[in-house]
């Protein structure tokens, strides 16, 4: 999965202030290496781990993004299953003209993972503060 770094929020005015770091090249590994770990660019790394309590903070919150979009992922395949069982279940009332069942359980998990998947977006909306 070759994912482009996520870049930094727009700010409105945008960003007056610049700052050069130089670096070795066995540093600039180091720093691309993490970077593209968690997929964040450079900049938005070194700012993140200088704001944030250091190195091992911003590693840890780009961590507990990678988990939040690991969980939403399964979320959404639990979703499409869940629906490929609504339409089967929709098809199964019109042919026959009764709903069966197991219908309940199945409109019951939809509503589960909804609550899930609020959850989650609550999450990732919290990280982003």
């Not at 409105?12 to 090249?25: C, K, P, S």
């Not at 964040?40 to 700012?47: E, M, N």
């Not at 507990?64 to 009332?93: D, Y």
Request: proline share 2%; charged share 25%; hydrophobic share 45%.
């Amino acid at each position: 999965m070759d994912e482009k770094p996520t870049r930094r929020r727009r700010v409105e005015g945008g960003r007056q202030r610049r700052h050069v770091v130089r670096v070795t090249a066995e540093e600039e590994a180091q720093l691309r290496d993490l970077s593209a770990r968690y997929r964040v660019s450079v900049p938005k790394l070194l700012v993140d781990s200088a704001l944030s309590g250091g190195a091992d903070a911003a590693v840890s919150n780009a961590s507990v993004r990678a988990e939040v979009l690991t969980s939403l992922f399964a979320a959404q395949r639990q979703i499409a299953g869940i629906a490929n069982n609504v339409n089967q279940l929709a098809k199964f009332a019109n042919a026959n003209g009764f709903v069966p069942g197991d219908a309940a359980a199945a409109l019951d998990e939809a509503r589960r993972t909804t609550m899930r998947i609020s959850g989650l977006v609550d999450e990732i909306g919290a990280s982003l503060r």
